[in-house]
């Protein structure tokens, strides 16, 4: 139940029986939402169809005589831009219907074989689930008062449903080849494994991988740091990983017909990426942080599409790009949310935002954003962090994109995002990256401008920065960085040409 008997009646309201805590929710910002949200759910519903029309119509007229909101988008990305970010404006996160509704909106699952894929189900059981929450809690906040503790329930087992995906083009797996545990954005608090085959169908196909997908639990009901704790269940049961003195475990239980389509177990971390979007991006970085803090074997990459890591939402790029990215939401609503995420802790806590938390001596990471969303500022912001303290850091700023572009078919960067990620994991796999020298990177804010800058722990060098057309038939060993080295790529696709400027450091 809140702490408010009585929210306004535009608000969320937690149900009867509501199992945890959460801080009163304000109302929607504007009188059309606060007035749509305070109707019965049939008449908001009609009320909400309708302006989303309106918008998407207007969008679409808009684009034919004005042309797009940002150059290079097609008449398709313009409309589907348009309805997501129309959707998303009607119910904002403290909404009353808002959750119900997209939560069901986002249920939906496709068809994996639509992809040209296969999915195995599988699930991950886990052992005296108690000892596996004191242990996170104990990590990742120690000594901190949550606003709903910990569970620590004397049941003797749960279950973390997930599925593995494997592209239909990749033959029967191998015990050589590499394995992503992919952990699937939406705020913390929407989508599912299903939602997300558009992304990891073609992330197994690119990166020659399996993929396995959690169904981690979500905020409002699980907030943090529950989805750490299954994030960290799911890699031990793919390593079949201990360590000293744990008082739980976990195991991947899969059916047994399925060898053609799932790696054996265990899985060495060598051969491991952790790759996620959005908050799922978060998650893994969360992850990654935990594993270094309990001293359990690294992966051997991450992959992080979007990232969304400053929940404090202090970035420049969340207003400036505001009406260029659908993920515009209500900013009141937007910090109740991850206020509820939070559970209690301050949104800049390092462990709930890990952009401010431990960045030294990371695994290697490619992250992939557009320069046109409101955390693209997250993006860059994590890629001069890390560089600055040495570790191996590619990140690749796809121009006039929005929020995890990847997604939509009709976006030809997609295809360069996802042949750039298979190129990155498989570079992994050949050569493990080397490389300790600390490089501070600064100011990439524009194509042809970049400065370097020295820190007490951070030797500066000199950027090279260069622009050529790239023909996308052709493979990117000419142009990705070798593993000694961190880079920034800005990249544009536009009729078929990728033009980039990249600025590249090499360690000495």
């Keep these: 139940m809140a702490g408010d008997k009585h929210p306004p009646a535009s608000a969320f309201r937690p149900p009867r029986g509501f199992p945890v805590v959460v801080p009163p929710a304000p109302a929607p910002s504007t009188s059309a939402q606060r007035l749509s949200h305070a109707l019965p759910l049939p008449a908001h519903l009609a009320l909400s169809t309708?302006?989303?029309?309106?918008?998407?119509?207007?969008?679409?007229?808009?684009?034919?005589?004005?042309?797009?909101?940002?150059?290079?988008?097609?008449?398709?990305?313009?409309?589907?831009?348009?309805?997501?970010?129309?959707?998303?404006?009607?119910?904002?996160?403290?909404g009353r219907h808002s959750l119900s509704i997209v939560r069901a909106a986002t249920q939906f699952a496709i068809p994996a074989a639509m992809l040209g894929a296969s999915r195995t189900g599988a699930s991950v059981d886990i052992a005296m689930p108690a000892g596996l929450a004191r242990t996170v809690a104990d990590a990742v906040c120690p000594g901190a008062v949550l606003r709903n503790a910990v569970s620590c329930s004397a049941a003797a087992a749960r279950s973390i449903p997930g599925e593995w995906i494997r592209h239909n083009s990749l033959g029967p797996a191998s015990d050589s080849e590499p394995v992503v545990l992919y952990l699937h954005g939406g705020a913390h608090i929407f989508m599912s494994p299903g939602t997300h085959r558009a992304i990891t169908a073609r992330v197994s196909q690119s990166a020659r991988a399996s993929v396995f997908v959690p169904d981690y639990r979500l905020a409002p009901e699980n907030p943090f740091p529950s989805a750490i704790e299954d994030a960290l269940a799911c890699y031990l049961a793919l390593t079949g990983l201990d360590f000293p003195g744990s008082t739980f475990a976990a195991a991947l239980r899969q059916p047994v017909k399925t060898a053609s389509a799932v790696p054996t177990l265990p899985i060495s971390p060598s051969r491991i990426i952790v790759a996620g979007d959005s908050s799922g991006a978060c998650l893994s970085l969360q992850l990654v942080q935990l594993l270094k803090a309990l001293r359990i074997p690294r992966p051997a990459g991450m992959v992080m599409?979007?990232?969304?890591?400053?929940?404090?939402?202090?970035?420049?790029?969340?207003?400036?790009?505001?009406?260029?990215?659908?993920?515009?939401?209500?900013?009141?609503?937007?910090?109740?949310?991850?206020?509820?995420?939070?559970?209690g802790l301050p949104r800049s806590h390092p462990s709930?935002?890990?952009?401010?938390?431990?960045?030294?001596d990371l695994p290697p990471m490619l992250i992939q954003a557009g320069d046109a969303e409101v955390v693209t500022?997250?993006?860059?912001?994590?890629?001069?962090?890390?560089?600055?303290?040495?570790?191996?850091?590619?990140?690749?700023?796809?121009?006039?994109?929005?929020?995890?572009?990847?997604?939509?078919?009709?976006?030809?960067?997609?295809?360069?995002?996802f042949r750039r990620?298979?190129?990155?994991?498989?570079?992994?796999?050949?050569?493990?990256?080397?490389?300790?020298?600390?490089?501070?990177?600064?100011?990439?804010?524009?194509?042809?401008?970049?400065?370097?800058?020295?820190?007490?722990?951070?030797?500066?060098?000199?950027?090279?920065?260069?622009?050529?057309?790239?023909?996308?038939?052709?493979?990117?060993?000419?142009?990705?960085p070798p593993p000694s080295a961190r880079s920034f790529v800005r990249v544009q696709l536009?009729?078929?040409?990728?033009?980039?400027?990249?600025?590249?450091?090499?360690?000495?």
Excluded at 352 to 360: E, R
Aim: glycine share 6%; charged share 15%; with cysteine.
């Design 352 to 360: 709930v935002s890990p952009i401010f938390g431990d960045l030294w």
């Design 305 to 343: 599409l979007s990232p969304f890591l400053d929940h404090e939402i202090s970035s420049p790029s969340f207003h400036k790009n505001w009406s260029s990215d659908f993920l515009s939401l209500d900013i009141d609503g937007v910090e109740w949310a991850l206020d509820v995420y939070a559970n």
């Design 50 to 94: 309708a302006s989303t029309t309106l918008q998407v119509a207007v969008a679409a007229v808009t684009h034919l005589v004005d042309g797009p909101v940002r150059p290079g988008w097609s008449l398709a990305t313009t409309l589907a831009h348009a309805a997501l970010k129309a959707t998303l404006v009607n119910h904002p996160p403290q």
């Design 421 to 480: 990620i298979g190129h990155f994991v498989q570079t992994l796999q050949s050569q493990t990256p080397q490389g300790s020298v600390s490089v501070a990177v600064d100011a990439v804010g524009s194509d042809s401008e970049s400065q370097s800058s020295k820190s007490p722990q951070a030797c500066a060098l000199p950027l090279s920065v260069a622009s050529a057309d790239v023909d996308p038939s052709e493979t990117l060993s000419g142009t990705t």
């Design 494 to 508: 536009l009729r078929g040409t990728i033009v980039e400027s990249r600025e590249l450091v090499h360690d000495m």
């Design 377 to 417: 500022d997250d993006a860059v912001g994590l890629f001069k962090r890390a560089a600055a303290l040495g570790n191996h850091v590619e990140l690749q700023l796809f121009t006039n994109m929005f929020h995890v572009f990847h997604t939509f078919p009709m976006v030809g960067e997609a295809a360069e995002a």
